[in-house]
Nanobody, 129 residues
Framework: QVQLVESGGGLVQAGGSLRLSCTASGRTFSDRAMGWFRQAPGKEREFVAGISRSGERYYAESVEGRFTIDRDNAQKKVSLQMNSLNSNDTAVYYC???????????????????????WGQGTQVTVSS
């Protein structure tokens, strides 16, 4: 069974940067799309970024231009580089693996939580102003 473990969270000042990493164990990784979601206190979990098998990347409007998602299939890792952080980025960040085996993936598919079958435990990101 595939497990996902996030790392890299922490406390950072506004305007700073953090790099999150998610490492997968198990047999499946390269044949699935991957995504990052976040959940702020008192709010619902929301889509942040997704990357398909073919390398297509999609971002939430709130992070476009500041965050970059990448994947390394050989290492079974997906990363999220976060720059120009602000207090609105404070949340628990989760990586997730999609259930469908497909080379391409649309924004609609990657941004839907129901598309994902495996979730990590999350890593806390706190941005101080």
């Amino acid at each position: 069974q595939v497990q996902l473990v996030e790392s890299g969270g922490g406390l950072v000042q506004a305007g700073g940067s953090l790099r999150l990493s998610c490492t997968a164990s198990g047999r499946t990784f390269s044949d699935r799309a991957m995504g990052w979601f976040r959940q702020a206190p008192g709010k619902e979990r929301e889509f942040v970024a997704g990357i398909s098998r073919s390398g297509e990347r999609y971002y939430a409007e709130s992070v476009e231009g500041r965050f970059t998602i990448d994947r390394d299939n050989a290492q079974k890792k997906v990363s999220l580089q976060m720059n120009s952080l602000n207090s609105n980025d404070t949340a628990v960040y989760y990586c997730a693996k999609t259930r469908r085996v497909a080379f391409f993936a649309s924004r609609q598919y990657l941004s839907a939580q129901g598309s994902y079958e495996t979730w990590g435990q999350g890593t806390q990101v706190t941005v101080s102003s």
